[in-house]
């Protein structure tokens, strides 16, 4: 198998994780156990979205796109960037329920739109 397609499966498999693992906190918050904040759910999603981070970063080095100049890639960076700030606002349990339902929306709109960059490159 070549460095291509390990770096690509490794990236894909930790990006799908990261929306089931944000996904599962949030269920666990909506039905009221809050504890999972005291168990290994609360930091293994870091160690999944350095993984990513880490395939992403290799995989820039293997292919010829580059970011700013590929404009779908661009794209991705910068919903990456929402994603992380809408996250934070989602599982913060200080904030309101409705601050925090809006910011799991805006999340899951930017995770979609991630994901179909990566399978289209429209642009």
């Known amino acids: 198998m070549s460095i291509y397609l390990l770096l690509k499966s490794m990236h894909m498999t930790a990006a799908y994780l990261t929306v ?16 999972w904040r005291k168990t290994p759910l609360r930091w293994i999603p870091h160690a ?9 970063i290799s995989l820039l080095f293997v292919t010829p796109w580059m970011p700013f100049v590929h404009g779908w890639l661009t794209a ?14 989602a599982m913060k349990e200080t904030r309101g ?17 991630i994901f179909h960059l990566a399978i289209y490159k429209p642009f």
């Open 76 to 89: 991705k960076i910068l919903l990456l960037v929402g994603y992380i700030v809408a996250g934070a606002f």
């Open 20 to 35: 089931v693992l944000f996904s599962l906190r949030l269920l666990l918050d909506a039905v009221g156990k809050p504890d």
């Open 97 to 113: 329920l409705q601050v925090r339902l809006i910011a799991t929306v805006l999340a899951l709109v930017q995770i979609m739109a």
């Open 48 to 56: 999944n979205d350095t993984v990513l981070l880490v395939a992403a």
